[in-house]
């Protein structure tokens, strides 16, 4: 049985504060920990958790959630980190992407439409061509099972694949449990939740998956009803 939104959730106020804490600290950490990772000298591992083009909230969330759950298990010379696959400009051209990244406590800047995540990664600031070029670059897609947009060449750096739409057969290396293709499953977030499922830091995103899983059943029964 997949998880609910009930049993991802954390369910006390004050344990939802502490969860908002704990993510915007980890995603604060990471993206400082970047510019040093970015450094021509620097030998650190960069490992990207990238969602699809579209970056719809399913993606981001999915991104986020597991490049959490990754990095704590990371080794001292690799960072992990969710990259969004958008410009940070266009952020805001999605209005349930800003929303649901708002509610779920994450730091960022300005008003309504105009609120931007602060500590999130874009994809038009990071080289990731170069990282990969240097042969330190690692990456886990999320929402989508072949590489397309700003890393449409990086294909032999993915290690990892969560996915619920049809297997397009790429990166054949990934396989076993590193590739996790479910198609026709609602969302991504979904698997995810089941990834990382009795990990001590998933509290701390739960309501975020919950948001996703949630608004893709109600989306597939309004669907079935034509």
């Known amino acids: 049985m997949r998880p609910t939104a009930a049993s991802l959730l954390c369910g006390l106020p ?25 450094a021509p000298a620097a030998t650190v591992r960069v490992h990207v958790v990238i969602g699809n083009e579209a970056c719809d909230a399913d993606s981001c969330v999915s991104a986020i959630c597991m490049a959490h759950a990754l990095s704590e298990e990371a080794p001292d010379n690799a960072l992990v980190l969710p990259v969004l696959a958008v410009r940070r400009v266009d952020l805001r051209l999605q209005l349930e992407r800003v929303h649901l990244l708002r509610r779920a406590g994450l730091a960022g800047d300005g008003d309504g439409p105009a609120w931007s995540p602060a500590h999130l990664v874009c994809a038009d600031e990071i080289d990731l061509p170069a990282l990969h070029a240097a042969g330190r670059l690692e990456l886990t897609l999320v929402d989508h099972n072949r590489p397309t947009g700003p890393i449409v060449s990086l294909e032999r750096a993915v290690t990892r694949i969560i996915d619920h739409h049809q297997d397009e057969g790429a990166c054949p290396w990934v396989s076993g449990k590193a590739r996790r293709i479910e198609y026709g499953v609602g969302s991504c977030a979904s698997i995810v939740a089941e990834e990382v499922r009795g990990s001590e830091i998933r509290p701390r995103y739960g309501a975020d998956l919950a948001g996703v899983c949630a608004r893709d059943r109600l989306e597939i029964a309004r669907r079935s009803r034509g």
């Open 14 to 38: 004050s344990a939802a504060c502490a969860a908002a804490v704990g993510l915007n600290s980890y995603l604060a950490a990471s993206s400082r920990a970047l510019a040093g990772a970015l």
